[in-house]
């Protein structure tokens, strides 16, 4: 029976440990990011992969940092066959990466070279790109740098939000890599040389990236909005609070403006001028140290004071 070491943490990653645990891999050890303080109270909370871990049964591993902790020795003497990670959050050692028969993989939700990186999935869909994907590949020491090995596509729909996408993708990842490591431990399977002529990078997102930028198009605004939904949220301010902006869509109509400006209220919209004469209609937000409401509701409540011509930045 094949013996491996599993490395994951996020949701994205959940279905594809169930799956290795389901057809029968001898999984050693999980190992995964350690436990976070979540939400105002900060509760210290597991990530998504160690809670399917401990109801599997499977033994967790939680280092601060791999590379000369107890843990990567711990890994290293259990001597797995293989080691599959999926969004798992930090750079292997070099001594991780040649240890397993038959190497290491990575589960990549993008369609390499395009996307290096922690964050593909958001960047894909702020970029407004028509099309994804995920790759199993070879891990080198370079950050998503090794082999391909396989690779599959799907289309980004117009709707789709980050949250979705992630969906989406962790099927197709489990997928992929189901019908792929038959091929890996029968050494049987293809391994592409990624063309570093195409490479792009996916880092993580940044606190700069969240906020709107007015002067864009609102297309380009709704891409922005949708790839940071549900996290981290794209973020303006209003009278200089903070305002996360989680839904909307771009208007039909031309307006001419300064950026910024909230040009019309809806009984159900803010619109708000963008860059080419366009605008942004706002559906749903969260104003600073409020909940997230629809902006009837905003506009209803404490948001009645928003007239048009006041300016988000």
Known sequence: ?????????????????TMLYEEGYSILAVVTQPD????RKKLLTPTPVKKEALRLG??????????????????????????????FGQILPKELLDSPKY????????????????APIHQAIMDGQLQTGV???????????????????IAIEVSDTTGILFEKLSVVGCDLLKSTL??????????????????????????????????EPSQDIYNKVRGL??????????????????WGKPSQQSYSQPVGTVVELQVDRIVVQTGNEQA????????????????EEFLRGTGSKLQIGDQFQ
């Not at 976070?36 to 939400?39: D, I, L, S």
């Not at 591993?61 to 890994?75: A, N, R, T, V, Y």
């Not at 990549?108 to 922690?118: K, M």
């Not at 749903?284 to 140290?289: K, R, V, W, Y």
Request: glycine share 6%; hydrophobic share 40%; with cysteine.
């Open 103 to 118: 190497g290491c993989l990575n589960v990549h939700a993008s369609l390499l070279p395009a996307y290096r990186g922690g």
């Open 58 to 87: 499977l033994p967790v591993l939680q280092p601060q940092k791999l590379k000369g902790s107890q843990q990567l020795d711990e890994i290293l003497s259990l001597n797995p066959d293989i080691i599959i990670t999926a969004a």
């Open 1 to 17: 029976m094949t013996s491996l070491v599993f490395m994951g943490t996020p949701d994205f990653s959940v279905p594809i440990l």
């Open 182 to 215: 038959p091929t890996i431990l029968s050494e049987s399977n293809e391994r592409t040389v990624q063309d570093e002529s195409l490479v792009t990078f996916a880092r993580n997102i940044s606190r700069e990236q969240e906020r709107i930028n007015w002067n």
């Open 280 to 295: 942004f209609e706002i559906t749903e937000l969260q104003p600073a140290g409020k909940k997230k409401m629809s902006a």
């Open 229 to 246: 939904n549900p996290w981290p949220v794209a973020y303006t301010t209003l009278k200089q609070e903070a305002v996360k902006v989680w």
């Open 36 to 39: 976070r303080p979540v939400g």
């Open 135 to 153: 790759t199993i590949m070879y891990m080198a020491q370079k950050l998503d740098a090794g082999d391909i090995i396989s690779q599959k596509a």
